[in-house]
Structures are given as structure tokens and as C-alpha cells.
């Protein structure tokens, strides 16, 4: 098997299979990557067993052939000193020659069998959303950050995918805040079902979509949510785990709104967190008149900030999360955000003036 290829091309492809590498595996295939040639389109496929990637690019060659190749390639296609990149491979002791101008390697591949076959699913029917990667890198963004981290809420280490009809929602939450989008469109026709996709899984996809007009197909699988756009598919293994249903969470009614310039508020935010300590990070905010006033007192010093906006409602005050916030504010690119209380001790909802689908709850903390 005797390839050349560009290094531009080829990288972009490294890359973007090595999300799926897994570095701790007691399964050594793992940590490599699949590389396959059927002298038409080489194919790159790597998968940690929760999450599948696999690349095409074509070319033209000679004989087909296949071997596992250290993950280590990625780096070395980095640094080659050529535009072109050559690769050839022993079918004797699965060898590889890697050179580009003067800059020569030769990695030692390893038998292809133990690697885990990735089947390519196909969707049913009309039950797949195609969207343009910049749209679906924005929802993404808008929802993914508000997952826990925390491996022992395995059920919050997800985001939950719901299809029905023609509407599809997204779900995140680490039980001290949550988030919810929802999209529907005309020609969609889902049977209703539910993808629990890890969260970590999504953060790789986003590193990957470039923003743009390309166009990305996706749809949920038996046990697997499957992405595919340009030459690359990507399947996220479902969680086996049971969401809770947050629709008793979500207030109906408001005591009070506003109505903030969002640039306006992450600046002020900004400025209150380099006082702001401890876990939670707790910075005050008080609505009155048409002014929302953030302030925060540590054991570094006080700053006090008011901030305009348009105010519905009674006044009140109370203690929130700062990094919660921002991340709320820095997520999304409205030029205003619409803040609705709901009591001292109620939920904290910020809500899109454009996009009645979205909302993003954080619970107030409790201050003695």
C-alpha cells in the first residue's frame, strides 16, 4: 500500500479521528488508529468504545491493505517539512513509511484484527435532521456547558436528545442548573424516542464542526447518536442511564424581569468575580427601579456596580453563582437577555428575546 497524500488533508483528518483514541485502555487496539486502503479512498477509524470516528479521503494507489498505526502519527504529520506526505506500507511486519522532503519515519504498525468493526448506521425514513454546521455548533454551545462533570451523576454527565414528530429538544443539567432548547421544522417526522449522549462526547464533536454553511445529518440510531458531515462520521454511544423529567422545575410565572444588555452585564460580572470566592463563587444581585445592581463582598474587598435595564415586577435581591452566570452570557450571542425571578429562594431563568425555545434555570444559594 503506497499513498500520497497532503499533509493539510491528511492532519485535518488526524485529528479529527483522534477524539476517539483511548489513552488508558486496557484494550491496546484502542490506542491506535485504523488505517485502510481499497486503492480508491483511504479510511481512518479510531473509537474508544463510547464513541466512534471514522474519516475517508480519496486518492489514488496501488493494492489495498490495512494496519493499526500509533496515535503518535498525528504529531509527526504535524511537524513534516513538505506540502505532500507519502505513506507506505510493509504487509510483512506492518511497517510504515511515513516521509515528506527530507524528513523520514518509520512506524511500527501492529495487526488490524483486534481492532472493533464500526457499523455505519443509516437513518430511517424522514427521521433525520440535517442543519448547516454553524447552526448546530451554536445550539450545541448553547446547551453542552451546563452538563455536570462529575462522574458520579452519570445521568448528568449527559445531554438528553429528544425526537418527536417534528420537533427536537436538548437537555443538560448538573441538578443546580439546567438547560433547555428546542427546535422543530417542517419535512422532520420523528417516532418518539430519547438519546442520552455523553456530554464529553458533544465537546469533541464541537471541536471538530467547523463554523460554516457545511451541512451536517444527524439522527439517533439503536444505541447511538450519529452524526455525519463531509467525508467524517461520528457515532456517540447512548448512556444506559434514566433522565429525570424537569417539566414540575420550570416556573410558569415570573415576580419580576428584566430586560439587561447582555454585554453590558458580562462586563459587570466580569468585574465582580475577581472578588468573588469559595465553591460557589457567589456574587449578590439586587433589582430596583430600572437599575440591576451586582455586588459582592469577600475577604479581598467590596465592589458594588449598578446596571441599567427595563424591570416588570416587584423588586428583589439575591445570592447567585458568578461562573454560572457568565457561562450563561459568554454561550450565547443575543444582544439582550431577558432575567426573570421568581422569589428570594426561587429559580433564576434567563431567557433569548429572539428565541422563545430556549431558557437556561440556575438556583439561587442560600445565604445564612
Known sequence: ?????SKESLFRS????????????????????L??????QLILSSTNLELEVKVIL?????????????GRITDIVRLLPAPEVQLDLNPDNLHIAVNSGRSSYNLFGTDPAEFPRIEEVSPAGNEAITLKASVLREILRMVVFAASTEETRPAFNGVLFEFEGDRWSLISSDTYRLVFKSTREQGWQFQPARSLVPAKALRELLKVLEPGDEE???FPGKDK??????SVYFAARMLNEKYP?????????????VVVDRHELIDSVSRATLLAEGANSAIHLAVADN????QVTSQIGRMEEPVDVKKEGEEIDLYINSRFVMDILKAVSSEEMIVDFHGKSGPVVFRLPDDENYLYLVLPIKMN
Do not use: C, H, Q
Request: hydrophobic share 40%.
Open 14 to 33: 488526524l485529528e479529527i479521528v483522534e477524539r476517539a483514541l483511548s489513552a488508558d485502555s486496557p484494550i491496546p487496539a484502542l490506542k491506535n488508529i
Open 35 to 40: 488505517m485502510e486502503s481499497d486503492s480508491r
Open 291 to 294: 437599575s440591576l445592581t451586582v
Open 1 to 5: 500500500m503506497s499513498i500520497i497524500l
Open 216 to 218: 451536517v445529518t444527524f
Open 245 to 257: 423529567d424537569i417539566s414540575s422545575v420550570i416556573p410558569e410565572r415570573y415576580s419580576t424581569r
Open 225 to 230: 447518536l450519529i452524526f455525519k458531515f463531509s
Open 58 to 70: 480519496p486518492y489514488e494507489g496501488d493494492e489495498p491493505g490495512s494496519v493499526l498505526i500509533p
